[in-house]
């Protein structure tokens, strides 16, 4: 394993007292061995799915997420009790998870307090004034006055919002009226052959950020402040 910050994994009895929050990044495919999932529903779910790049998404991001959780010592995705809550976020008994995906790169994080994971494929086009001007409020225009490219900044707003959004758990995605700048948020460059993506990630934990990129496929280039 590749690892940026994270040099060792907690135990399962450091994971209930130790403040952690790992964050798992890879493009796909990538070797898993067998596809199939154990986890009844979620394999459901994507054998319901008909957009065969969502399909794809849907079952690399769940097994990077399985990697994530195995490498938490004395867990396994089987034993964490997991269930959707009523507004179809995963939720588990003893650990906090999180998942993404865009483009080519899929995205987990696994934590022991509630948190929320975005990662976007950076189009400059798309991240432009015109997106700006529905999300951002006044005072989170001064973000884009920062050192670095306007879109790029978009997108790092986008990010955050969206992580934070998740992290609540709530029902519907307003992100003009999700508070980004004061959340407890990082945020990040990452590079995948030639190409750029930015994840954010919001949490209790957010300062304990640790990645993890199992297959040397992706770079955790910088972070976007």
């Not at 209930?16 to 199939?36: M, R, T």
């Not at 790169?105 to 948190?115: G, Q």
């Not at 609540?168 to 948020?185: D, V, Y």
Request: glycine share 4%.
């Amino acid at each position: 394993y590749s690892l940026f910050y994270q040099t060792t994994f907690p135990s399962y009895e450091m994971v209930q007292k130790k403040a952690f929050l790992n964050i798992y990044v890879s493009s796909y495919p990538f070797e898993c061995g067998s596809q199939n999932i154990s986890f009844a529903p979620r394999a459901e779910e994507i054998e319901a799915c008909t957009n065969e790049n969502v399909r794809r998404q849907k079952l690399y991001v769940w097994k990077l997420l399985e990697l994530a959780v195995g490498d938490l010592s004395g867990m396994d995705l089987n034993s964490l009790n997991l269930r959707k809550d009523e507004n179809g976020k995963w939720q588990s008994d003893k650990i906090y998870i999180s998942l993404s995906h865009s483009g080519n790169v899929v995205a987990a994080a696994v934590s022991d307090s509630s948190v929320g994971l975005d990662i976007e494929f950076f189009n400059e086009k798309k991240f432009g004034k015109s997106l700006a001007n529905r999300i951002a409020t006044e005072s989170e225009k001064s973000f884009f006055a920062k050192e670095r490219a306007f879109s790029e900044r978009v997108c790092a707003l986008w990010t955050r919002k969206e992580s934070e959004f998740k992290r609540k758990g709530e029902k519907i995605f307003r992100p003009f009226f999700t508070g980004a700048l004061s959340s407890p948020c990082r945020t990040f460059l990452l590079k995948c052959n030639h190409e750029s993506y930015v994840l954010s990630v919001s949490g209790e934990s957010v300062s304990k950020s640790s990645f993890v990129t199992p297959f040397d496929n992706v770079v955790v280039f910088e972070e976007i402040k």
